[in-house]
């Protein structure tokens, strides 16, 4: 395991203006992660677990507190960087799968290439197998509307590995599934974790969080635990 | 974000909304098609009208006699002395009315002008068989005529008409040429004419005195020295007074058309422009709907790396493609509209090939500029927000 921790969260406190009053959502949350770690941020919602992996995903900057990702401090970056540092660095699995539905499989996978800059070939040999490791190369020219759902998720997933970025970042990935398409989901994820990607995903599901190695529950705004699972 | 992919995206956007996407282009077609036929006609009938000025040459002055008092004519030696002047080369006085040409049976109207010999030359008409009148004829007083290829068509039908007499208010004319066929000109069809000389129709109309003539210069340098000589003249004649005569040169009169011509047809582009502007302003509104249908989409995109530069790309690409899809089928309507009048009208049409490239850069700069609103809308919004809208 590499010593220096792939991400490393400290004193971050973020609020938003709601109705003309400050919400503190993060209070003070402070945690490392290091690489090929396997990582569920558990909480009811509303306890800030969403916003907090807004922040880990980059997708917004905390008021206050560091976050650096990868040792590179992200408070002080452009958006122009943050996208990249998106691109490059973080893979995202939403609940909703969030594919562009008037593209293939394949093009939905290409999606984070493209704006890698990659050309074409490149683009589509690294998709393709991106789409074998999810089982999924016989569906390349799908379109989301013609596959199942956990078909759909395995092509998100597809499409967060296509980039091999650092992070798998989940958020509520078995959300819109059946329990049997989840659980093939979230046996492939920690058969990625076992390939040796990092991975954390966002979850409000116990039987989930079980499953990670590693568990930080969240509540109002607080980190009240944070625990190994011995497996 | 490469270009191609771009393009391609914003193809597969336009060709998912078919319906929507050619209202939208509807604008710009409309606006592109009206700029093509409007300017192609409008520089056929110029072209049409110069060619017929061109044809007459440049050389000439046309001059009208309103006259002073009792005298409001010219006798026809005033006219004929006109030929002394410095630098003139002919003289052509005519006198025009309308009378009843009669063969056998058959009546009609035609148009009748009292010449002489040198109107040949002058107006550039000749005869296709036959012969032309002569000074002799003016002399005396022959009672020859020139008929035109229509009406003697409407007399004689098929047959020959030269050596046939007929009768023009009554009085017998022997027919000894036929006229060229020369179609329409700006005074009138040419080919609906009888011709006698000079002398005989100031009898047949029982009107003394010359109206109209036109005179010729040796070249067209000579034009504005001869206009004045013959002013002089005339002022002379009349007593300078005022606007007992007015004199037209070609060249004159060709200046003025085509700058007539030319205003009419920048006026009509105008009108045609700014239906283009109001396609544009369609288009816009058209990318700011789909903007904000388009806000999850512009989410995951930004989620998975996209940058404001690639945001805003794509959509100004999409409202370009948009607009010159529209300007190429406008172009392509437009040069059809102006084929099709040209074949089922008189008008003489011209294809405006120079705007055929102007609208289509045109349409490019209005798809870039009513895209760069809604483009600068989707770069702006913030992924967290752009994913959490239905």
Known sequence: MNTKPLIRIEHMVHGYMMAKEQMTVLKDISFEIHHGEFVAIIGPSGSGKSTLMNMIGCLDIPN????????????????????????EKIGFIFQNFNLLPK?????????????????????????????EKVGLQERMHHRPSELSGGQQQRVAIARALAGNPPILLADEPTGALDSKTGEEVMHMI???????????????????????????????????????NDQ | MILAQSIRMAVMSIV????????????????????????????????????????????????????????????????????????????SPTISSNVTAKYRNVHTNVSLEGITASYEKVQNFHVQSGRFLLDIDNEYRQKAALIGTETAKKLFGADNPVGREIQLNGTSFQIVGL???????????????????????????????????????????????????????????????????????????????????????????GIAGISLFVGGIGIMNIMIISVNERTREIGIRKAIGAKKIDILLQFIIESMVLSTMGGILGIGAGLGLTWLVGQLTA????????????????????????????????????????LRTD
């Open chain 1, 190 to 228: 920690k058969r990625l974790n076992e390939q040796g990607h990092t991975i954390i995903v966002i979850t409000h599901d116990l039987g989930i969080a079980e499953q990670a190695k590693r568990v930080i529950r969240i509540q109002d705004g607080h980190l009240v635990e944070d625990r190994r």
């Open chain 2, 347 to 386: 008008l003489q049409v011209g294809y405006a090939w120079n705007m055929v490239n102007i609208s289509f850069l045109f349409s490019l700069f209005i798809g870039v500029f009513f895209g760069i609103l809604p483009a600068s809308k989707a770069a702006r919004l913030r992924p967290i927000q752009a």
């Open chain 1, 103 to 131: 593209l293939s499989a394949v093009q939905n996978v290409e999606l984070p290439l493209v704006y890698r800059g990659l050309s074409q070939r490149e683009r589509r040999t690294l998709a393709a197998a991106a789409l």
């Open chain 1, 64 to 87: 206050e507190g560091s976050y650096s990702l990868d040792g590179q401090d992200v408070r002080c970056l452009s958006d122009n960087r943050l996208a990249r540092i998106r691109n």
């Open chain 2, 179 to 269: 006229l060229q066929a020369k179609g329409t000109s700006l005074s009138g069809s040419n080919d609906k004419k009888i011709l006698i000389p000079l002398s005989t129709s100031e009898r047949l109309l029982q009107s003394k005195g010359i109206q109209t003539f036109t005179v010729t210069a040796l070249s067209d340098k000579d034009v504005a020295s001869v206009k004045t000589a013959i002013g002089q003249i005339l002022d002379r004649k009349f007593l300078r007074a005022k606007d007992a005569y007015s004199v037209f040169d070609s060249k004159q009169m060709l200046d003025t058309l085509k700058k007539t011509s030319g205003t009419l047809s920048l006026a009509l582009a």
């Open chain 2, 16 to 91: 998912g909304n078919k319906v929507r996407s050619f209202l939208t282009m509807l604008g710009i077609v409309i606006g592109v098609s009206s700029v093509i036929l409007l300017v192609s006609v409008g520089q056929g009938v110029t072209g049409q009208i110069t060619s017929q000025f061109s044809d007459l040459g440049t050389n000439q002055l046309t001059v009208m006699i309103t006259g002073r008092g009792a005298v409001t004519s010219l006798t026809a030696e005033e006219v004929a002395a006109f030929s002394r002047v410095p630098r003139v080369d002919q003289v």
